[in-house]
């Protein structure tokens, strides 16, 4: 007699785990004002101070914030479907961390069709129940219609306003936008030891550009962008690049090279491109005017997004369920636009 077939086993993952489950509900119980799931799932104490309540806030106080408050907006706006626990030590830990994905309601044109947000959750566990202690919107969802509430731009302080010109490169004709190339100082915010990682993160970016390095310049090169993750990092490393780009901008086809992985960075950092012409055109004037174009749109682009919503070109997603169904667009926008 053949053997009997051994019975599968149930595999959980940090995708299928009932914490993740728990978690899934919660943000749902918000989007529907599900008040006895928000109370079983929700450290009110914790939520209340989250939500800028008075200390003693009741589940009633906590839960009309919920539905108000800024923190919530894409947890109210879109729906939760899935969700995932930080790593599989996450399954039996007392608490941690988890990233629940929100996508746009069936017949919502206010968001791109395709896009999902991501919002990392804090949690503790009471038992088998999971009590949600704190959530930061990692990944916003991407709009398909101007955001009524977003104020207009801030320009860079740092940088000059940008010009509208056109210029004509392997790409075509187009119009683009460029600002002058400047000294840019740190991002302000940016405590002491962020600052001296993006400096060195800068250096090595720049220090991958040479062919004769002892190790690999590509594992030089990844190993400095790949360390730059978050969006405070990015918002501190992008000023720095830029700054180095002014240092170089004095002769651009002798440091074409270091200017192309500067270039190359900020694409990875940002989601914006400019189109570097790195192979070169065979016309050495024509290799410095269109080099020098390209730094002066990163310029224009610091200039119009530094200080605003920098969704539209940073996406900082990890392990995709599905790809976006277009490519970003670096392009900036035209000045005074949203």
Known sequence: MAPLPEPQREVVSPSTHPRTMQLIQWAQAIEKDNRPVIQTHTDLAAAATKLELPAGADLEAVCAALQTH??????????????????????TSPGG???????????????????????????????????????????????????????????????AAAKETVITDSMGTRKVLE????????????????????????AE???????????????????????????????????????AMYELYGDVN??????????????????????????????????KTLRESCVRQWFAFWWRYSSGDLSDFIDMRENLEEPLDAPKKGAPKPAGKK
């Open 70 to 91: 800024k923190s919530t907006r894409y947890l109210r706006e879109l729906t939760c479907a899935s969700g995932r626990l930080a790593d599989e030590a996450t399954m």
């Open 97 to 159: 961390k988890a990233i629940v994905h929100v996508a746009p309601k069936p017949g919502d044109d206010n968001y791109q069709p395709n896009t999902r947000g991501d919002i990392e959750v804090t949690f503790r566990m009471a038992g088998e129940q999971v009590v949600v202690t704190d959530w930061v919107v990692r990944i916003p969802p991407r709009r398909a219609k101007p955001d009524p509430s977003l104020q207009p731009f801030v320009p860079n302080k740092d940088i």
């Open 179 to 202: 600002s002058p190339p400047a000294p840019v100082p740190h991002w302000e915010k940016a405590p002491p030891e962020l600052r001296a990682k993006a400096d060195q993160v800068v």
């Open 205 to 243: 970016v720049i220090r991958s550009a040479d062919p004769d390095l002892a190790e690999s310049p590509g594992k030089v090169f990844n190993r400095a962008t790949m360390s730059i993750q978050t969006l405070d990092e990015k918002k501190a490393v992008v000023p720095r690049a830029l700054n």
């Open 254 to 287: 002798a440091n074409y090279m270091k200017l192309s992985q500067l270039d190359r960075a900020l694409r990875g950092w940002t989601g914006g491109a400019h189109n570097f012409e790195l192979a070169g055109t065979g016309d050495a004037e024509k290799d």
